[in-house]
């Protein structure tokens, strides 16, 4: 039995992901009562039921919802009821042009503007956090992306036999912020760049000219075996640990060369490892 919750702040994807369950085949509710999820869990995990995947959608909005929901999950938790969280998290500033593109008012912001809705809506739901296996920044993705980092995480029919994690490589560019959900950084600033060639500053480090101009260095050439040897080390940690989503930032100034070059070598090591892993780089045509 998969079940599976979506939760996070308002305007941040929900709807996009439970979409994509129910692309792959989740018996998807969304906006449950909270009194009621505990019966809804009770009734797949005990009843005969031929629905083995189920994925629900929360919204919180209010103090009193968040009671009622905390209460449901530790319910959840001490009935042995296994269950993921994915917890979506956005930028205050993008949420705020989401919902003005949609003409929206935030849902805790009748009577406020939109920002002071969403730092109340903050608040609330930062102790859901602690549930959540999956935290994702959908701040720089589109509902495709969204779609397609789901998928992989709850994709059956990929890496079947591989370890219980999936593994996110995203490459970014320090000039534009950090990963907020990034469980690993690196910061590869210290190797050749590119962007001082004007041949190669219109391309990225997907091109084989880039990727041989970072790594024509003895010091690029050695700290990625050493970056090998520390993911051969950390990830069987983290596995153990019972983490199911692990995300590696890797970070140059601009997120165009080198953090996209050590981040694509990032996935076809791990890929050759046999684990679950997707690529994205986040800043590479903002620059």
Known sequence: MKFVIVTGLSGSGK???????????????????????????????HSNSNIDKVALGIDIRGREFFQE???????????????????LDCDDDVLVKRYKMTRRNHPLA???????G???????????????????????????????????????????????ITISVVSFGFKYGLPIDADLVFDVRFLPNPYYDLDLRPKTGDSEDVRAFVMNSEVSKAFVEKLFDLYDFLIPQYINEGKQHLVIGIGCTGGRHRSVTIANYSFDYLNDKGYRVVKKHRDAKLD
Not at 110 to 116: E, F, H, K
Not at 119 to 129: C, D, G, S, T, W
Not at 147 to 155: C, L, M, P, V
């Open 15 to 45: 709807s996009e992901a439970m979409r994509a369950l129910e692309d792959m085949g989740y018996y998807c509710v969304d906006n449950l009562p909270p009194a009621l999820i505990v019966n809804f869990a009770e009734l797949f995990f």
């Open 69 to 87: 929901l905390n209460s449901a999950l530790e319910h959840l938790d001490s009935a042995n009821f296994k269950f993921d969280m994915i917890y």
């Open 118 to 164: 969403i730092k109340k809506e903050r608040v609330i739901m930062e102790p859901l956090k602690k549930y959540s296996r999956m935290i994702i920044d959908t701040s720089n993705m589109k509902p495709k992306d969204l779609k397609q980092e789901i998928a992989s995480i709850y994709d059956e029919d990929d890496g079947l036999n591989s370890p219980n």
């Open 110 to 116: 009748a009577n406020s503007q939109i920002s002071d």
